[in-house]
């Protein structure tokens, strides 16, 4: 049978509408089972619970670290401050907490015990009233105040005046004879001393040779012989003593020796005028101010101890005795308790001191490489902020989104199968994890349709590391536990 060219036209183009038909419903059924995701990672922003500047940086990006290598250093010389402060309140209150454990010392114990007898001789004394030996001590401070008045009163007596003018002239003779130096008659007597002086040392010297060869030959003892010899060095020092006056007075009154007789002369001269002048009146008004307090302190000693100070006293006896019974049983039991919290309480200030210290040091807690540096050198950064992000290149997954129709065949531990782009072969990886609860689900399920809708997350690890495959690259799943794409 023949068919028309156009009959034939129209068959070959419907033949080729239904395969191409055939063949796009294919594809898409295939891109409608393939399950693609990319790549996730959670990098660790490593950071400080310390502020501080930046002192140094000593990781840079790309840098692989492992756990303990140090990033950042920061300034902490205030922290170091307040862990040495820290510390030492924490010795401060050890060294509390063994005193009280230890106790009074005897020394304490006995100085107070010396207390409570004191404060107990005192209060006897009070109630003893004075002794007889001080009521005449009174009377008799209170005669001789009396008396100093009285003299006051009166005045200078004439033989006072006259010996104050008696003292005046020999000042006044001793500053002339200063001034005018020695006369020619006292010179010669001078030198009159010296002559002889020198007689006598020669006299001396001569009698200290004889003894001298005397003794030598053995006719005198050792003891004339020291004697003879004392004789001439007596002898000798007259001699230099008369040689020095004899000089000073030639050469006159030095001035200092001057200086000084003018200071005699004019403080006699004062002397005297006080004296002819007579007493003062705030001397006289001083003087019975004294003896107004010697009646009153003789008053106060003869009427005895007033009955408040006995008490007072007794106070003081009762507070001293109390305070001895206290260190006598030693140290309470609750005052050790609160050392012993002091103790802790300091302890354990100091180990957060020298813990935010070492804070200084911020060192990476995982392997892994550095992403990125998020401060320079000299920022200034708060306490938590984020220093240096470290991305784990083990830790590295895919999120595929399953409907809920395949969700059987999918179980935790499964192997699968990936094609990430750019990598040639397939990928090995295995179902880490998957959702308890649907996604995209609407908010009333009516029909079998839209419960196909829903799909569940699965968390896809892979099964060796691959430093071909990176956070942010895509992959498409192709099989994963009974699941498989469409070919």
């Known amino acids: 049978m023949h068919l028309k060219p156009g009959v034939l036209v129209a068959l070959v183009v419907l033949t080729a509408l239904g395969v191409g038909g055939w063949w796009m419903e294919a594809r898409r059924a295939r891109e409608r089972s393939a399950l693609s ?104 401070r209170l005669d001789r105040v009396e008396a100093a008045y009285a003299r006051a009163r009166a005045g200078a007596r004439p033989q006072e005046i006259e010996g104050a003018r008696a003292a005046a002239r020999q000042a006044a003779a001793r500053l002339a004879a200063a001034e005018r130096g020695p006369t020619v008659e006292e010179r010669a007597q001078l030198q009159a001393r010296l002559d002889a002086s020198n007689a006598r040392e020669r006299l001396a010297a ?104 006995v008490q007072a006293a007794a106070a003081r006896v009762a507070q001293a005795r109390a305070a001895l019974r206290e260190l006598e049983e030693g140290t309470r039991r609750e005052q050790i308790q609160q050392a012993r919290a002091g103790e802790a309480a300091a302890r354990d200030l100091a180990r957060a001191a020298a813990l935010r210290t070492s804070e200084g040091r911020v060192i990476s807690t995982i392997v892994g490489r550095v992403e990125r540096v998020l401060v320079a050198e000299g ?77 569940f997350a699965v968390r896809l690890r892979l099964v060796r590391e691959d430093p071909r495959v990176k956070a942010g690259m895509y992959a498409t799943v192709r099989s994963m536990g009974g699941w498989k794409a469409t070919q």
């Open 379 to 455: 920022d200034l950064v708060g306490p938590g902020a984020a220093l240096v992000r470290v991305a784990d290149t083990n830790d590295i997954w895919l999120r595929a989104f399953l409907p809920e129709a395949d969700l059987a065949r999918v179980r935790v531990g499964d192997a699968a199968e990936l094609r990430v782009d750019g990598v040639p072969d397939a990928v090995a990886a295995r179902v880490e994890a998957i959702a308890t609860q649907g996604e995209f689900t609407p908010a009333n399920l009516q029909t079998p349709g839209e419960r196909g809708k829903q799909v």
């Open 37 to 140: 995701g990319f790549f996730e990672s959670q990098p660790t922003n490593m950071a400080s619970r310390i502020g501080g500047r930046v002192a140094r940086i000593l990781v840079a990006e790309g840098d692989r670290v492992r756990p303990g290598q140090a990033l950042i250093e920061l300034e902490v010389d205030a922290n170091r401050a307040d862990m040495r402060a820290a510390q030492a309140a924490a010795w401060q209150a050890a060294e509390r907490l063994r005193e009280a454990r230890n106790g009074p010392r005897d020394e304490d114990i006995q100085r107070q015990r010396a207390m409570v007898a004191e404060a107990e001789a005192a209060l006897r004394k009070l109630r003893a009233g004075p002794l007889p030996e001080e009521i005449r001590e009174a009377e008799a």
């Open 206 to 309: 001569q009698d200290a040779e004889r003894v001298r060869s005397l003794h030598a030959q053995g006719a005198v003892s050792r003891q004339a012989l020291d004697r003879a010899t004392a004789d001439l060095e007596t002898a000798r020092a007259a001699r230099r003593a008369d040689e020095e006056a004899l000089r000073r007075a030639r050469l006159g009154t030095p001035p200092e020796e001057l200086e000084q007789s003018r200071q005699a002369a004019r403080q006699a001269q004062a002397a005297l005028a006080l004296v002819e002048a007579g007493t003062r009146r705030e001397d006289i008004a001083a003087a019975a101010a004294d003896a107004r307090s010697a009646r009153e302190a003789l008053r106060l000693v003869r009427r005895g101890a007033r009955a408040e100070d």
